[in-house]
């Protein structure tokens, strides 16, 4: 096993931390926030002195539960994501003293009203719409709502100087994230797609922001230095592939393992789980809830229309990351990435001159062989 092998294995390992630093916190009286999506900002969480907390959503086993009260044809990422909560299987959403959502899509924007009777809500309105001034305008308040829930809760005040410390923190952390994954820019790349995933997970459950950046730059150093050193652990001859689409996680790493053992490398995800969120900063010389509001709401999500950033985010990274071949990934019944796979497509193909192909699953495993045959072509061909 090479050291940078070592690096992996111990992510592996350890990734149960996340718990065990949340009921650390909790015992010392911190507050925690339960989170669900990428345009909740958290640096303001954060300067009111709560950690904020991703909660658990990629799971199929909660999902018969949840079952009994939302209808079947629903996104997985939302059925599993109430079953956690009701069968208080997610230790995160136990922790949590308050749950903050959005009005994203209609499945979990409905879903939410059942989550609040479980556990005290904070619903931000997200404009349909991201490129007027009324919308910008809209989203602040929105902001400027959620800050002054968080005083209230916790009893607090949320200063400049405390936001323009977390806005520095996130935009380290955004950094680390976005140098490590340029491992995956280089030819052929230093790690697997399954590796850099497992980092992005383990950013996510890491909540002693500091530690997190510093270890980010330690391995990126470490893998940096092995692959300098003539270590190969990717093949060049590898097609590598963008995934873009509904987030990733859990149940739908499956995607991943089968593209690598098909002798493919992952080397980007276009994705809340991925890099989506981490490629804007918030600007560190305006207003901090300016440009907190500014940042988060430039998230191209399908939710909003029309959604040319992500077009423009994904042209940038299929250059950047020298794809070969770009796979689409919807969760059965997302309505807004299912649609917007058409323009996609079309630019992939058309613009950008490269194989394209979608893929509509769920939590199960049950079209593993379906998903061997489609992707097993699909690398083929490149
Ligand atoms: S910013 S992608 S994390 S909303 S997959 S639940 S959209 S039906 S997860 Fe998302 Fe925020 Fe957008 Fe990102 Fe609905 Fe689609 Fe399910 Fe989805």
Redesign the pocket.
């Known amino acids: 096993m090479s050291k940078v092998d070592d690096i992996f294995e111990n992510l592996r390992e350890n990734s149960k931390n996340g718990v065990i630093e949340i009921k650390n916190a909790k015992e010392k009286g911190i507050k925690v926030v339960g989170t669900?999506?990428?345009?909740t900002p958290w640096e303001v969480i954060s300067a009111a002195g709560g950690i904020p907390a991703t909660l658990c959503s990629t799971n199929e086993s909660t999902i018969p539960d949840a079952e009994k009260v939302l209808p079947r044809n629903l996104?997985p990422?939302?059925k599993s994501s109430y079953g956690f909560a009701i069968t208080d299987k997610c230790p995160y959403f136990s922790f949590s003293d308050l749950i903050v959502g959005?009005t994203?899509?209609d499945?979990?924007k409905k879903m939410y009203e059942y989550l609040g009777r479980i556990k005290p809500m904070h619903i931000m309105q997200l404009p349909q719409t991201i490129e007027r001034k009324e919308d910008f305008e809209m989203w602040k308040r929105e902001v400027v709502y959620l800050k002054e829930r968080l005083e209230k809760e916790f009893g607090v005040t949320v200063t400049e100087e405390k936001l323009s410390a977390q806005i520095k923190i996130r935009n380290e952390e955004r950094k680390a994230l976005k140098d490590f994954a340029s491992l995956s820019k280089l030819t052929p790349p230093a790690i697997y797609g399954e590796e850099l995933q497992l980092v992005f997970n383990h950013t996510k459950f890491g909540f002693d922001k500091e530690s997190v950046i510093k270890e980010l730059k330690e391995m990126k150093k470490s893998i940096k230095e092995a692959y300098e050193n003539g270590e190969r652990r990717v093949s060049g001859d590898r097609p590598r592939i963008l995934i873009t689409g509904?987030?990733m996680g859990g149940a739908v790493e499956k995607i991943i393992k089968i593209i690598e053992e098909e002798k493919g490398v992952v080397v980007c995800y276009e994705n809340?789980s991925g890099i989506?969120e981490k490629q804007d900063l918030v600007d560190e010389t305006k207003d901090p809830m300016d440009a907190i509001a500014e940042k988060y709401l430039k998230?191209p999500?399908?939710?909003t229309s029309p959604n040319e950033n992500r077009i423009d985010l994904l042209s940038t990274l299929i250059e950047e990351y020298h794809v070969d071949g770009v796979i689409d990934v919807i969760?059965q019944?997302?309505?807004?990435?299912n649609v917007e796979s058409f323009s996609i497509r079309e630019f992939v193909k058309g613009d950008k001159k490269i194989p394209y192909m979608n893929i509509e699953t769920d939590y199960s495993q049950n079209d593993l062989g379906q998903l061997k045959t489609r992707i097993s072509a699909f690398i083929e061909m490149m």
């Open positions: 669900y999506c990428v345009f996104c990422l939302i959005e994203t899509c499945g979990k509904c987030p809340c989506k998230v999500c399908s939710c969760l019944a997302c309505h807004t990435y």
